[in-house]
């Protein structure tokens, strides 16, 4: 059943549960869950007075920090409808946003003005409100520190599309109802045992389902701190952890791995943090930092919500995800029929649940492709044991997920593709130990033509955000291997260049042993 809570009702009954205590946690200093409502109130104020109400599309382009997390908050309270956009966007990805979602609203700091080049996007109230990185909105800050008039948005009604690059070329929107972020944050608050002591502690961006209703959520949930660091830095996390008090994280696979590429410390397992939640447990980080890593499987279009295993469990497979979350969700796997398999046999993860995802916004034909009787069809491909727990087992779609971003590999062909002397091209994402996927791009020139790898990065460099350049490039001569319909033969192309990945990543390891 749906809790029956707007993110407004959730985040205001928090706040009149335990007025008092300790909220959020930056480098600023921290403020009370009633001192931060005061200040949210402050900006929804600003919102009025700009004429954002219910239904209004208000997409902000802004750094993660208290700033964004002060607006998004605000928003829900007017009963708008938040379209994030991410930082470091391009022109042209902020315009197809903009006009696909055909937002009302969209504010901007120093950084997404100088995106913009001074141009105002069409249709769209362009509020500019300075640096945004000391917290504040410029403009958007009014004196009202009593909450705005009651709206009549409800539980089901939309609280943010949050575009995701997903399998397609083009991102998709993904509306999410506000039910869902209560939802996530007391079952995620619930199957980890947070509590008033607790700190939960995000490096993740907040314009992410992950640290939204994964991190946000279950603090607002369980009445504990929430601590907001606006960039992880591997230098700086175990300070920054003992400074806050930190006791749970989310932490991408990346992340772990980075953190394990530091010299070991004999004050290594000296930590407040008991838990990290990860789709990845490393036993080796579990035992050098004493922490606890419980398994997770969510999407934004699942909101938040998924599988989890247990803290305290003692027994991990490889693949083990969990079980599902919360309590009333549903999962199982399917095969290419749609019909549901026995356990043991791998096919494609479903999840079901009242407040996952409404559609995809404007997409009627990806909508259908994703929701089927009420099943969000995920495209990863997993098993169930007996007992019903999961167990991940890759993708089903070309999605590459380098440190925690969804990179669509079509979207990434097409943009090589466009380059006037490439004949064809296919991406893929190969391991990597750090960043868990990186971009690969095997390109063959057209007929008496040349182009570079350095030509093919520079190009995608001015038409993509920074991490969905690829970060190899394969030159090839010979047409790629198609299959009898014609289709590039994608299983061997990439199974020939993650080998290749492989062995370069293996004489480097050796070099690194060899030389200290």
Not at 216 to 238: D, E, K, M, Y
Not at 322 to 347: F, H, N, S, T, Y
Request: with cysteine; net charge negative; glycine share 10%.
């Amino acid at each position: 059943m749906s809790t029956g809570l707007t993110v407004r009702s959730f985040w205001e009954g928090r706040v009149d549960a335990t007025p008092d205590r300790t909220f959020l946690l930056t480098d600023a200093g921290r403020s009370s869950f009633r001192q931060f409502d005061a200040s949210v109130n402050r900006v929804a104020g600003g919102l009025r007075h700009l004429g954002v109400g219910e239904g209004h599309l208000l997409s902000y382009h802004l750094p993660n920090g208290v700033a964004l997390l002060r607006l998004e908050l605000a928003a829900q309270k007017l009963g708008a409808i938040t379209v994030p956009l991410i930082p470091g966007s391009t022109f042209d990805e902020i315009g197809y946003v903009l006009d696909h979602a055909r937002a009302d609203y969209l504010v901007v700091d120093t950084a997404g003005m100088q995106t913009l080049g001074g141009a105002t996007p069409s249709g769209v109230a362009l509020v500019a409100v300075g640096n945004a990185r000391d917290g504040s909105l410029g403009e958007l800050e009014s004196d009202e520190t009593e909450r705005p008039p009651s709206i009549a948005t409800g539980p089901r009604d939309p609280m943010s599309i949050r575009y995701t690059s997903g399998s397609t070329g083009q991102p998709k929107g993904v509306v999410q109802p506000s039910a869902g972020f209560a939802r996530a944050g007391r079952a995620i608050a619930d199957r980890l045992g947070i509590g008033l002591t607790d700190n939960v502690f995000s490096t993740m961006p907040l314009f992410h389902t992950a640290a939204t209703h994964m991190m946000l959520a279950p603090a607002i949930a369980a009445g504990c701190a929430f601590t907001v660091v606006p960039q992880f830095s591997r230098s700086a996390f175990w300070d920054q952890i003992h400074s806050a008090g930190g006791t749970i994280a989310l932490l991408i696979p990346a992340q772990l791995s980075i953190l394990m590429t530091a010299a070991p410390d004999a004050r290594d397992r000296d930590n407040p943090l008991r838990i990290v939640f990860s789709h990845v447990r490393p036993e080796e980080f579990c035992e050098r930092f004493g922490v606890d890593v419980c398994t997770t499987w969510a999407m934004t279009e699942t909101s938040g919500m998924g599988t989890f295993t247990t803290p305290g469990r003692t027994s991990y497979a490889p693949e083990l995800i969990g079980r599902p979350m919360p309590d009333d969700a549903q999962i199982k796997v399917c095969g290419p029929d749609g019909e549901r398999l026995p356990a043991g046999e791998l096919g494609e993860l479903c999840f079901r649940h009242p407040d996952q995802m409404i559609e995809y916004y404007r997409d009627e034909v990806n909508t259908a492709a994703t929701l089927r009787d009420g099943w969000v069809h995920s495209g990863d491909l997993c098993r169930l044991d007996e007992d019903g727990n999961a167990y991940f087992h890759g993708r089903l779609k070309n999605v590459i997920k380098r440190a925690g971003e969804n990179i669509a590999g079509e979207e990434v062909e097409f943009t090589v593709m466009a380059h006037p002397e490439v004949e064809e091209c296919l991406v893929c994402g190969v391991e990597d130990p750090i960043y868990t996927e990186e971009v690969c791009a095997v390109v063959v020139a057209r007929p008496g033509r040349e182009v570079s790898e350095a030509d093919v990065v520079n190009w995608c460099a001015d038409r993509l955000s920074a991490w969905k350049v690829p970060r190899y490039v394969h030159l090839r001569r010979d047409p790629l291997p198609k299959l009898a319909n014609g289709k590039i033969d994608r299983r061997s192309v990439v199974a020939e260049i993650s080998a290749g990945i492989a062995e370069v990543w293996d004489r480097r390891a050796s070099e690194v042993h060899q030389h200290g």
